[in-house]
């Protein structure tokens, strides 16, 4: 990352994704202008700034001429932000400022906000809002002077960081009244976008004296817990080469794991794979992985052998994302898998390594998708990720949408190690292989029609050929999925 002068001193802004664009964060002293209409989450945004300022030993004041202090506790806490605990340990106050109606008041008001800052010693400060404020002084002459003496020679000499809110009206051009954008280091404006019916959150960056300004829409969420996140693209710079020393076998795990099935998993003509083809069969970890299967084959079968496979063999943490099968779907197969490879005490433990997701993909817009999906990733930690449907996906949102999410999950995921499986269903081979997906795998496979299967396995019925290609080469050799085993078992009915 681009570092900005030695002289400036910068602090996180507390938001993921904010800080990587601000060069860190903001410079201790700045005033920053968070503009918005109604309800874009300026307040929130805000109070993550102090909230993780008062986390690290900073003290944060929230100055509010609009909200209760009652009701913002209560709206900050459902977003997993305890202002109460940060304000008994002294590192927060709330400034109700609500009654005062008179340009006296107002000064006396500020006056005690600068006295306040001394005798607290508090470094952060919001001030919500900024045109609330203003609107009690009716001289306009007397508002540049204010703004002057209490932002520029006030606060900002006392080098504490200050984020101005400013309301912002559905159809107005001007931020405020056009005096406070020109005294700030930054303008950030909050703004809503509805797409297919569905809001998505856009953080506009207008301006910001200490950093270079490329990307100006950036998409945002609001989540209890993460509070305020910013989407933003990977940085394939920061993504480590795969690890060759660590990989998976995945025709041994599913050899093993047919052994233990007394050879019903797969079909007779695995007798011609050999486990010592390593190299062959084998994926380094963090390798990201497309798996394209006939449309005639349910992916949460493929998905579930090859999670038992590699639970019995690896012990890894597994995590399912899926667009298509519920949890307790996918859960029961692996379990019942598990059973047969592996038996009931096996079973609980390593299904205990298992987590699974399921998203109705038509409910999110398509950069929300892609946060529940980095998000499910960060909090399970999985060594493995499967990913069912990612084919709906592509059919729900725009293509360059669609493939930007995908080059990005793929660079995230690799980033972090998780060696991930994405299921395509596709007519045949060629279809994937020309899919854009495919260059920016490290290995491919694809699971064909039963029917092309040759020789002695043809009479297997609900078999599958699995091909494996990729990262070390096509490989001609081919084993073959039994799935009629799950019904035969009653994994499914
Ligand atoms: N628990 C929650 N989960 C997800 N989103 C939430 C949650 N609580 C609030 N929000 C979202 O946060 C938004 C409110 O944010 P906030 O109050 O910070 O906006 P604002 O710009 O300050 O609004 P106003 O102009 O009314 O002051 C709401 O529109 C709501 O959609
Ligand atoms: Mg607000």
Same mark, same amino acid.
């Given at each position: ?146 703004v002057q003496n209490f932002f520029v020679n006030g606060v900002k ?45 856009? !953080?506009?960056?207008? &301006?910001? @004296?200490? %950093? ?6 950036? $998409?945002?969420?609001? =989540?209890?817990? +993460? ?52 190299g062959v069969y084998v994926i380094p970890r963090g390798a990201q ?21 590699? !639970?019995?063999?690896? &012990?890894? @943490?597994? %995590? ?6 519920? $949890?307790?779907?996918? =859960?029961?197969? +692996? ?159």
């Open positions: 990352m681009q570092k900005p002068s030695k002289t400036l001193e910068i602090i996180s802004t507390g938001i993921r994704g904010l800080d990587r664009i601000l060069l860190g964060g903001y410079p201790r002293g700045a005033l920053i202008l968070l503009a918005g209409n109604p309800g874009t989450g300026k307040s929130t945004m805000a109070a993550k700034f102090l909230y993780e300022g008062g986390l690290a030993g900073e003290k944060g004041i929230y100055v509010n001429f609009v909200e209760p202090k009652k009701d913002f506790l209560v709206h900050m806490a459902m977003l997993g932000m305890d202002f109460t605990e940060l304000e008994e340990k002294g590192l927060f106050e709330y400034i109700e400022a609500l009654t005062i109606v008179d340009e006296d008041a107002l000064v006396a008001q500020l006056e005690d906000i600068l006295r306040r800052i001394v005798e607290t010693g508090a470094k952060r400060l919001v001030i919500d809002s900024v045109t609330a404020m203003l609107q009690i002084v009716k001289d306009k002459a007397k508002i540049r002077e204010l000499q006392m080098d504490v960081t200050t984020i101005l809110i400013a309301e912002h009206p559905y159809g107005a051009k001007m931020v405020g009244y056009g005096i406070e954008e020109f005294i700030v280091d930054a303008v950030m404006i909050l703004r809503f976008e509805i797409v297919q019916g569905k809001i998505r959150r856009i !953080l506009e960056l207008r &301006k910001a @004296r200490w %950093a270079p300004i490329r990307q100006a829409e950036i $998409p945002f969420y609001i =989540r209890p817990g +993460i509070v305020v996140e910013l989407s933003l693209p990977e940085a394939p710079q920061e993504v480590p080469a795969l690890d060759l020393s660590s990989r998976y076998n995945l025709a041994k795990a599913l050899l093993d794991l047919n052994k233990a099935a007394r050879g019903e998993l797969l079909g007779n003509n695995t007798c011609r794979l050999h486990v010592g083809e390593e992985i497309v798996v394209g299967h006939t449309p005639t084959l349910d992916a949460k079968h493929l998905i579930s052998l090859l999670t038992a496979a590699l !639970l019995v063999s690896y &012990k890894p @943490r597994i %995590a399912l994302f899926s667009f298509k099968s519920s $949890p307790i779907a996918l =859960r029961r197969l +692996i379990g019942c898998l598990l059973s047969i490879g592996c038996g009931r005490e096996c079973t609980n433990e390593l299904l205990s390594n298992v987590y699974v997701e399921s998203v109705n993909p038509t409910a999110f817009t398509f950069t929300e998708i892609y946060d529940i999906m980095r998000q499910f990733v960060e909090a399970v930690k999985p060594d493995i990720l499967f990913v069912e449907g990612m084919d709906i996906i592509e059919q729900f949102v725009q293509r360059n949408e669609y493939l930007e999410m995908l080059y990005n999950l793929m660079l995230s995921n690799k980033r972090e190690r998780v060696t991930s499986f994405y299921t395509f269903s596709a007519r045949d081979a060629e279809a994937i292989y020309n899919r854009m997906a495919a260059s920016m795998a490290d290995v491919m496979i694809y699971v064909e029609e039963p029917h092309t299967i040759m020789g002695e396995a043809a009479s297997i019925k609900q078999s599958y050929i699995v091909e494996f290609a990729g990262f070390f080469g096509r490989v001609e050799r081919k084993i073959s999925l039994n799935v009629e085993l799950l019904y035969k078992h009653r994994c499914i009915s």
